[in-house]
């Protein structure tokens, strides 16, 4: 089957690059916005969201962020915070009550929390269990990554502020999480100031 794909791929005369790229690479799923109210983010990779610790909520430029996260290949990066992000961490971390180390920790049945952390290995299983609790089957993690994706750019986000956003090195792998198809009808450089009057 994979080989007959292949064949078709190449039928359509697609680059080896593109045609390795998509025998590789699930497009995964995205969120509506209705959809993503249920289960909201930043668009942190879970590996992140499990170290997140207190230290890292800051103020920089009048903004919160989580600074000076450690990513894939031990690249930091600071990753900006909306303000009702930053409300939802508030009413958790009074909850809690957490007020150093790090930021999520599991939960009782009472309600209590225990432990000095979390793993992302819990996080996949909370995703996945509000995802079914929601309606949305299949959903991964990641899902959730590529629907902040989407939404920043349908908002007007620029692409490499996306990049940022998600501590991608390559332009092109935030693109794929875009998951955008180039639009001909109302083209980006239609109406860019060069028309003749």
Known sequence: MVLRYRLVLEGRRLAPATINLRLAVRLGNWLTAEQSR?????????????????????????????ADLVGKAARIRT????????????????????????????????????????????????????????????????????TCARLCHAAGGELEQIQFLLGHVSVETTERYLGC????????????GLEPQ
């Open 79 to 146: 990753i900006p915070m909306p303000d009702w992000v930053k409300s939802a961490l508030d009413i958790w971390m009074q909850a809690a009550p957490i007020t150093e180390a790090r930021l999520f920790r599991c939960v009782t049945r009472r309600g209590s929390t225990w432990g000095d952390g979390i793993t992302d290995k819990v996080i996949w299983h909370i995703v996945k269990d509000y995802a079914a609790k929601a309606g949305i089957p299949k959903l991964s993690p990641h899902d959730c990554r590529r």
């Open 181 to 192: 198809k180039q639009r001909l009808r109302g083209a980006v450089n239609d109406k860019i």
């Open 38 to 66: 249920t289960l909201p983010g930043c668009g942190l990779p879970r590996g992140e969201v499990a170290v997140l610790r207190m230290d890292h909520i800051q103020q920089r430029e009048d903004h919160w962020v989580m």
